[in-house]
T-cell receptor, first 115, second 111 residues
Framework: DAGVIQSPRHEVTEMGQEVTLRCKPISGHNSLFWYRQTMMRGLELLIYFNNNVPIDDSGMPEDRFSAKMPNASFSTLKIQPSEPRDSAVYFC?????????????FGPGTRLTVL | DQQVKQNSPSLSVQEGRISILNCDYTNSMFDYFLWYKKYPAEGPTFLISISSIKDKNEDGRFTVFLNKSAKHLSLHIVPSQPGDSAVYFCAASTSYGKLTFGQGTILTVHP
């Protein structure tokens, strides 16, 4: 039973380059979340999709960040252009529904380093 | 503005003893609270949760206590095992499952 799949697991890039992080949620899950973990801010929600539609993107730091969910089994988080302060671990999570009691299952994360 | 706070960055406990991890929150609209455990190089995994209408929830060795008047919750692990060594995150939710996380507490259980 596959969990949430993220790729790549590690990404090293140079400032100014475009970065695309990918996520495959658990099959049958209707909600998808992108989180970012940094030492300074901890684990924070960036954006949330329900049934492939972005519902809350208030956590997206700035216009350089964008996220898409073209279908129920795939989502991307893109940073263009990337900056050193974007270095963090990015997690994708999915849940069955939208209720507060629906458990979120996290992927292993993508460690991004921007030089 | 940190709405969920874990004031202890780390905790060290002897195997077999009780581990108590604490969490405070400021938003009175939070109505559901969770604990997640995280091992290195892995994503957080759900551990236990509690609704605001309860003050205690137990699952095996893990018990979560909620004190709404004090806006405080705690996670008790009894007995602690070396495999429990991980980072523990407290999280709170108001709606649709949007989680606000604490900074995490590193638990080390010594054999």
């Amino acid at each position: 039973d596959a969990g949430v799949i993220q790729s790549p697991r590690h990404e090293v890039t140079e400032m100014g380059q475009e970065v695309t992080l990918r996520c495959k949620p658990i099959s049958g899950h209707n909600s998808l979340f992108w989180y970012r973990q940094t030492m300074m801010r901890g684990l924070e929600l960036l954006i949330y999709f329900n049934n492939n539609v972005p519902i809350d993107d208030s956590g997206m730091p700035e216009d350089r960040f964008s996220a898409k969910m073209p279908n129920a089994s795939f989502s991307t988080l893109k940073i263009q252009p990337s900056e050193p302060r974007d270095s963090a671990v990015y997690f994708c999570a999915s849940s069955l529904g939208t209720g507060t009691t629906d458990t979120q299952y996290f992927g292993p994360g993508t460690r991004l380093t921007v030089l | 503005d940190q709405q969920v706070k874990q004031n202890s960055p780390s905790l060290s406990v002897q195997e077999g003893r009780i581990s108590i991890l604490n969490c405070d929150y400021t938003n009175s609209m939070f109505d559901y609270f969770l604990w997640y455990k995280k091992y290195p190089a892995e994503g957080p995994t759900f551990l236990i949760s509690i609704s605001s209408i309860k003050d205690k929830n137990e699952d095996g060795r893990f018990t979560v206590f909620l004190n709404k008047s004090a806006k405080h919750l705690s996670l008790h692990i009894v007995p602690s095992q070396p495999g429990d060594s991980a980072v523990y995150f407290c999280a709170a939710s108001t709606s649709y499952g949007k989680l606000t996380f604490g900074q995490g507490t590193i638990l080390t259980v010594h054999p």
